[in-house]
């Protein structure tokens, strides 16, 4: 997690996301609930047992979306970090070699090579980490919706270079304009799949939802009202407990939770260990991102 030294709307990344909403805060009251709202998460991760490494934005230069480091970074369990293409200049400068070395060093992560895709900024082609990407590491496949931020051609050496099967397809919200990130419309936890099926292109939904159900996952499909309440951005995480031993964490926010019906959650809850819910109100409203796009998971490299 990186912990914003600056938060608030990012005028250059709204022409593609249309979850940011403008409020009247200033920049230093915006930046003072986001920092706030991340303490939150980061203090409720850790009452769960998930060990978390919290990185520290730099003021200069300003980055706004700096509390959102998926989108520049991933680890892998084989050892690999990549570092990804962004769309907008301003989010280029998140990405700091240091944070990386640090990130590993103090979670034990052994890494053994640096997959750096960043050369597709000066062709226009952008492949924005586990915001673009929602993996299925079980069977090795990549959930990628097309959009201005999701390369075909980058997805496809992503998933040369770390062997896994490319799933493309359109997805869109309900005014018809292209989801932005992938991780907005799904989730893939231990046992369940949540997936807004309905934005999903009718010509690819079979071909999606056939391929999560290979995988023997419970799919929970959602609607759009709850798609844009974040409901499908979340995540589920390992812990473990000296009584309970390894157990699953699925981190949703609290916006999140107040736009699933008791059924859904019901559902959800029963297909994790723990359900934990945060609230992120400022970071959802002006970032335009939930919980999920706040954690850049590091699998521990065997």
């Not at 934005?57 to 509390?67: F, H, I, L, N, Y």
């Not at 992938?182 to 369940?192: E, F, K, P, Q």
């Not at 071909?207 to 499909?221: K, P, Q, W």
């Not at 951005?233 to 309970?244: F, I, Q, R």
């Amino acid at each position: 997690m990186v912990r914003p030294a600056a938060f608030e709307y990012n005028a250059e990344t709204a022409s593609s996301n249309r979850m940011q909403r403008r409020s009247g805060l200033s920049a230093r009251e915006a930046g003072e609930r986001a920092r706030a709202e991340f303490e939150r998460v980061a203090n409720a991760l850790r009452g769960e047992g998930v060990r978390v490494y919290v990185a520290e934005d730099t003021a200069e230069p300003p980055k706004p979306d700096a509390v959102f480091p998926n989108n520049w970074v991933s680890f892998h369990a084989d050892g690999t970090v990549v570092l990804y293409p962004m769309q907008a200049e301003s989010r280029r400068r998140e990405r700091r070699r240091e944070i990386v070395e640090q990130a590993a060093e103090a979670l034990g992560f052994r890494a053994r090579r640096v997959l750096d895709l960043t050369r597709h900024e000066a062709a226009g082609r952008y492949l924005e980490g586990t915001g673009s990407l929602v993996l299925d590491h079980v069977a090795r496949v990549a959930y990628a919706c097309r959009s201005p931020r999701t390369d075909p051609i980058v997805l496809e050496e992503w998933c040369r270079e770390l062997g896994y099967e490319p799933m493309l397809f359109a997805a869109c919200d309900r005014t018809g304009v292209p989801l932005y990130h992938t991780n907005v419309l799904m989730c893939i936890g231990s046992r369940a799949a949540v997936i807004g099926a309905e934005a999903v292109a009718r010509e690819d939904r079979g071909r999606v939802l056939g391929r999560l159900e290979a995988s023997g996952r419970e799919i929970i499909e959602i609607g759009h009202a709850p798609l844009e309440r974040f409901a499908a951005n979340a995540l589920e995480l390992g812990t473990w407990d000296e009584a309970l031993g390894d157990s699953t964490v699925f981190v949703m926010s609290a916006t999140a939770r107040s736009a699933l019906d008791a059924r859904t959650f019901a559902r959800i809850a029963g297909c994790t260990d723990t359900v934990l819910t945060v609230e992120v109100p400022t970071i959802e409203q002006l970032g335009g991102g939930g919980v999920r796009c706040m954690l850049a998971e590091v699998f521990c490299a065997s």
